[in-house]
Nanobody
Framework: VQLQASGGGVVQAGGSLTLSCAAS????????MGWHRQAPGKQRTLVAT???????MYAASVKGRFTISRDNAKNTVSLQMNNLKPEDTAVHYC???????????WGQGTQVTVSS
């Protein structure tokens, strides 16, 4: 099972980007899927998560600006990022909890750079 993230890039402050993450392989069943990010010299932190059913959860720093969504039939998760700020600059990783393997699967990361 693999998760492939895409959609990163360079954008000016106030701009928008959409990150996408798609699962591939066989015999997987993701429950919670989400996004984390890691800025240079800092620890990886939660950005947003979304269960198969139920409410999404966001980090305080992105609430109101970012929206997570998923397509359970296609096993994809997306992150719409609006009003981007320089402090959003980081490598963004998607992940999902695979109930068949009983562990989190991580994507390879996609760089988001926001210039001031």
């Amino acid at each position: 099972v693999q998760l492939q993230a895409s959609g990163g890039g360079v954008v000016q402050a106030g701009g928008s980007l959409t990150l996408s993450c798609a699962a591939s392989g066989s015999d997987f069943d993701f429950t919670t899927m989400g996004w984390h990010r890691q800025a240079p010299g800092k620890q990886r932190t939660l950005v947003a998560t979304m269960p198969t059913r139920g409410a999404s959860m966001y980090a305080a720093s992105v609430k109101g600006r970012f929206t997570i969504s998923r397509d359970n039939a296609k096993n994809t998760v997306s992150l719409q990022m609006n009003n981007l700020k320089p402090e959003d600059t980081a490598v963004h990783y998607c992940n999902g909890f695979d109930t068949i393997q009983g562990r989190f699967i991580w994507g390879q990361g996609t760089q988001v750079t926001v210039s001031s």
